[in-house]
């Protein structure tokens, strides 16, 4: 399936959002990552004070899709890319990849020369080495679910 719906994406500061924008990130990171995967853990964190939220909101303004890039020395050296997620009712939309890149844009914009870091759940390997992303160390467990680090090397263009 592909996208069959305007979205719109907008870049924010978290002192930036709404209340109502706010409100909906949350909502959704805590169905996808907390109720759909069961999986208790703190959501919330202190990264979102630094980090850079995109959300994709359809023509009726709902979030349909969201990540959030964390600048580098937050919780890596290098910068990362966390919390993506796409709303069940649009999955199969391509808009994490549509997100990811733009994530990608963001990062080789904001932080120049700096390699990307994404910690993926192992299910998604594939869908990061399509980005340029690269496993670096071994699977671990986070919170139940496993996961790997991965790393897109500074200079890799965006496809």
Known sequence: ???????????SRLQNLT??????????????????????YQDADDLDHAAWHLTGRDEDAQLVAYLRVIPPGSRYAEPSIGRLLTVKAMRGRRLASIALKQAIEKCDKAYPGHAIRVAAQTYLEAFYCQFG???????YDEDGIAHINMMRPAGVDVD
Do not use: N, Y
């Not at 399936?1 to 870049?11: A, E, G, L, N, R």
């Not at 209340?19 to 208790?40: K, P, Y």
């Open 1 to 11: 399936m592909t996208t069959d719906i305007t979205v719109k994406w907008q870049w």
């Open 19 to 40: 209340a109502r924008e706010l409100h909906d990130i949350l909502a959704a990171r805590q169905s996808v990552f907390i109720l759909e995967q069961r999986c208790a």
């Open 133 to 139: 992303f690269r496993p670096i160390g071994a699977p």
